[in-house]
């Protein structure tokens, strides 16, 4: 048998990935950060028609309405729905609008098992986005609320239209991007919240409707 020698002390420079069930080469215990902070991407968490059926259900069972905030004096009203559910008595305050969780339908409680089951973590709200076109998008901001557990995991599914997302340090600026897909699952801890900051971007190439559910620990 011949045997292809590699000089001592190197290594490839290649990682072979591993591709999953679902087609993805993604691995869910990569940090994609490099500092200040963990974001693991588990890529897609469920086959395509499962996904396809949460899209559906989400969109037509939750009770979307348009996001209203009062900064600096002046009322907003956004393109993008939102929607927040809980468990039940949770109230959250934000942009000086305090907001009532609604109770979880069944969709939303099989989508919480699963993300608990994935992460190993345990949620008690989730805030939903519901963006009709490319157009529509969220600016650079942390979830670093109070009422949020401090480094607490939030777990990040999306569903429908592809959409790029990324992450930049607050003090170095570096940018880290990548792509969210139909039915998967995304997840920062640690000190993410306090180290970076987190947006989805406009694009025009886009024409379709994405749904971002975030499941979250708000102290009760
Ligand atoms: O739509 C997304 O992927 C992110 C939403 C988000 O960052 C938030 O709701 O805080
Ligand atoms: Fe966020």
Not at 14 to 21: A, E, G, V
Not at 31 to 55: H, Q, S, W
Not at 68 to 82: M, Q, S
Not at 113 to 128: H, I, P, R, Y
Request: charged share 25%; proline share 5%; glycine share 6%.
């Amino acid at each position: 048998m011949q045997r292809i020698a590699r000089p001592k002390g190197t290594r490839p420079t290649f990682k072979i990935l591993k591709m999953d069930l679902f087609g993805n080469y993604t691995d869910e215990n990569t940090n994609l950060l490099p500092e200040g902070g963990t974001v693991n991407y588990f890529g897609k968490i469920m086959p395509l028609p499962e996904a396809n059926r949460f899209y559906e259900a989400l969109l037509h069972s939750i009770a979307w309405k348009n996001d209203e905030a009062n900064i600096f004096g002046k009322h907003f009203i956004t393109k993008r729905k939102v929607a927040w559910y809980g468990d039940s008595g949770f109230s959250y305050t934000y942009s000086n609008t305090t907001k009532q969780a609604l109770p979880w339908t069944p969709e939303l409680l099989e989508l919480k098992a699963l993300v608990e089951s994935k992460t190993g973590a345990t949620f008690n709200s989730c805030l939903l986005n519901l963006y009709h076109t490319g157009g529509e998008s969220m600016a650079w901001h942390s979830d670093d609320e109070k009422a949020l557990a401090k480094n607490g995991a939030i777990a990040s599914l999306s569903f429908g239209a592809e959409r790029k997302f990324a992450f930049k340090h607050k003090q170095t600026k570096e940018v880290i991007s990548l792509v969210l897909e139909h039915g998967s699952l995304l997840v920062m801890k640690d000190e993410t919240q306090t180290n970076w900051l987190h947006r989805l971007p406009p694009t025009k190439k886009i024409s379709k409707p994405r749904i971002n559910l975030t499941f979250r620990t708000i102290m009760g």
